[in-house]
């Protein structure tokens, strides 16, 4: 019998890679105007107690870890008549139907809307990430192939997250009322989704579901896994180093810059430079190990970092050229922390054959919503006891410049440490795609007989 070969040159076609990008758009566009333009009409709503919203949004964020840890398992198990990723996808209708009530309806029409819609749209949101995510891996098995598809994904995704951001804002440029403009954002994302749906129906979907097996001895095997464990603490830490600078922005722009403008020119400003770094890393990580390059972005992030703590008032300028290095050092490494988890169930299926994508994202998406979470109430936290302070004394630098410099370094470099000499590089991956080929045609043989 002749060796069998590794796919591990297998990569989806333009096409393919073109609909894989565009199924993030509805994602990206819907996320950001639930939190940045719903969430505060709710808590301005004279009719509802602000503090009641803010738990319905804390019981919608823990739902969403719970729910992403269940449906990421269910994904791999349980096939639907419409094939099993592409039919997950599906909660995009889940995401609409919960959105409509909350773009639609005037915000003062009490909880329950902000509670079934948001419900609906969390879950919608959880399905269709996860999904995303595992087909990327289950399309793509090439060690570079990945990051390419994942690169387009990322690219789309900051696309998606820009028209949410700026379309209802534009519209109110333009004379709408506020209720007007969140009405031609739920036509736009209606009109995207549908156009979504169709293009997905180019992108195969052949893998078939795992075998059920019991969960208790699926975590012990996963958590066995030792460089899945160092990815995690990787992701955990490099999200949370994210989002603490981002979180501090306002006030950083307001209290001590003087300038409360400065922070959405600076959001604008990372995003633009994000878009360069994106395509910039993809490259870069075709021709070296995706951890090197992912490494390298992560230490040049805490080179930058370091300086926050030199603003002062008046360093609009600064802030912005510290915003375009902090964003093209993240459009390099946005796709990498993904396409590398790509790779970790490879290691599951080269051992049992039976992978469990969706598990395996399942968990690392979990991974990055508890960097989030910390960072967020760690930025709060910062708020509350360490107001911005744009004169401090002689030789006295701000504390809350001082934690939104050097806390996201650390966790940088955190990251880069426990990702520096990853084992899973592409040799690894050439031989764990061998032995996966080795496993089917064994099987093939078996059956055969």
């Known amino acids: 019998m002749s060796e069998p070969t590794p796919p591990t040159t297998a990569s989806p076609s333009a096409l393919a890679t073109l609909a894989y990008a565009l199924a993030a758009l509805p994602l990206a566009m819907s996320v950001p105007p639930f939190f940045l333009q719903i969430a505060p009409q709710r808590l301005e709503a004279p009719e509802v107690a602000a503090v009641a919203v803010l738990a319905v949004l804390v019981v919608l964020r823990l739902l969403d870890a719970a729910a992403v840890l269940v449906l990421g398992a269910w994904s791999d198990t349980l096939a639907i008549k419409a094939r099993r990723r592409r039919g997950w996808w ?3 209708a889940l995401t609409l139907v919960g959105l409509a009530p909350l773009l639609l309806l005037e915000p003062g029409t009490g909880l329950a809307p902000l509670i079934l819609g948001g419900t609906a749209a969390t879950l919608g949101w959880v399905l269709m990430r996860i999904s995303h995510l595992a087909w990327g891996a289950e399309l793509a098995a090439g060690y570079h192939a990945r990051t390419r598809l994942y690169a387009g994904a990322q690219l789309a995704t900051l696309l998606g ?10 519209a109110v440029e333009l004379g709408a009322a506020r209720v007007e403009a969140l009405t031609g954002l739920f036509l736009l994302l209606l009109g995207v989704t549908a156009g979504t749906s169709l293009a997905i129906l180019a992108l ?9 097996r019991a969960y208790a001895a699926i975590a012990r095997r996963l958590s066995g896994l030792r460089a899945w464990r160092r990815l995690l603490g990787a992701h955990a830490a490099n999200v949370a180093a994210n989002t603490l600078p981002a979180a501090l922005l306002l006030p950083i722009a307001a209290g001590i810059i003087g300038d409360a403008s400065a922070a ?3 959001v604008a400003t990372y995003l633009l430079a994000a878009l360069v770094g994106l395509p910039l890393g993809a490259a870069l990580a075709q021709r070296y190990s995706k951890h090197s390059i992912w490494c390298a972005a992560l230490v040049l992030a805490a080179a930058v970092l370091i300086w926050i703590p030199l603003l002062g008032p008046g360093h609009t300028l600064p802030l912005l050229i510290l915003a375009a290095l902090l964003g093209l050092t993240g459009g390099l490494d946005w796709a990498l922390s993904a396409a590398i988890q790509a790779d970790i169930p490879d290691v599951e299926a080269a051992h049992t054959g039976a992978p469990r994508t969706g598990l395996h994202f399942a968990v690392w998406s979990l991974a990055g919503r508890i960097g989030f979470t910390l960072a967020g109430a760690a930025a709060l936290l910062t708020t509350a006891l360490f107001p911005p302070n744009p004169t401090p004394g002689v030789g ?3 504390t809350l410049l001082l934690i939104a410099g050097i ?8 990251a880069m440490g426990l990702m520096w000499d990853f084992p899973v590089d592409e040799i690894r991956h050439e031989a764990l795609q061998r032995r ?13 007989a």
């Open 90 to 92: 599906a909660g995009a």
């Open 161 to 170: 997250i820009a028209l949410g951001l700026a379309a209802p804002l534009f």
């Open 436 to 448: 996966i080929a080795e496993r089917h045609a064994a099987a093939e043989e078996r059956g055969a």
């Open 407 to 414: 806390a996201p370094a650390a966790l940088k470099l955190t």
């Open 204 to 212: 195969p979907d052949p893998q078939p579901p795992a075998p059920d």
């Open 264 to 266: 959405a020119v600076a």
């Open 396 to 398: 006295e630098v701000s």
